[in-house]
């Protein structure tokens, strides 16, 4: 079975400032990863996935994320943030041979002007 | 405009009462899913549906029932045996292996 771990529960940052998302996950088999936003009392939106080839992959609103396979993680990043990044976000991993996902804890975001 | 509908937004469950979550999407997608969202837990899986009329359980589908009569449709009841059901309850629906699932706007169910 898969897990996905997120570290940070919570990360505070200053607007236009760097800032990473860590997410680790384990796994026997291959795996597609992807990141997930959710703003409060809404739905999840797709920020980026990671399916095969390049392992930097970049997404909507200025987002980006490495596949790391030696360390089994996915960390997302974001050069300088808005305060509309404020929200949760979720790293996501999902078994190749079975469409089962399987979800981090979150990590709630908050961009302070 | 496709997508994943869920009503109602906002639900209460009074003791000992049964209430259905409606989940309706248009992307005719064959995989239908309901997921639980606790603060702090992430998304823990109750029910999943990969084709009409066939449904599993998830990791968490004591107190839940679900049906899939139509491929559009996705109902998850919550019955009076689920002691806990404060939640806000997510669908999502995914098209074919290796593509991201789309969520809907969630219903958020409290006891009144």
């Not at chain 1, 997410?23 to 399916?51: A, E, I, M, R």
């Not at chain 2, 469950?13 to 969202?37: I, P």
């Not at chain 2, 074919?96 to 699932?101: G, I, L, V």
């Amino acid at each position: 079975a898969q897990s996905v771990t997120q570290l940070d529960s919570q990360v505070p940052v200053f607007e236009e400032a760097p800032v990473e998302l860590r997410c680790n996950y384990s796994s026997s088999v291959s795996v597609y990863l992807f990141w997930y936003v959710q703003y409060p009392n809404q739905g999840l939106q797709l920020l980026l996935k990671y399916l095969s080839g390049s392992t930097l992959v970049k997404g909507i609103n200025g987002f980006e994320a490495e596949f790391n396979k030696s360390q089994t993680s996915f960390h997302l990043r974001k050069p300088s943030v808005h305060i509309s990044d404020t929200a949760e976000y979720f790293c996501a991993v999902s078994d190749v041979n079975f469409n089962k996902f399987y979800f981090g804890s979150g990590t709630k975001l908050n961009v302070k002007p | 405009d496709g997508g994943i509908t869920q009503s109602p937004k906002y639900l209460f469950r009074k003791e000992g009462q049964n209430v259905t979550l409606s989940c309706e999407q248009n992307l005719n997608h064959d995989a239908m899913y309901w997921y639980r969202q606790d603060p702090g837990q992430g998304l823990r899986l109750i029910y999943y549906s990969q084709i009409v009329n066939d449904f599993q359980k998830g990791d968490i589908a004591e107190g839940y029932s679900v049906s899939r009569e139509k491929k559009e449709s996705f109902p998850l009841t919550v019955t009076s045996a689920q002691k806990n059901p404060t939640a806000f309850y997510l669908c999502a629906t995914d098209g074919a292996m290796n593509q991201p699932q789309h969520f809907g706007d969630g219903t958020r169910l409290s006891i009144l």
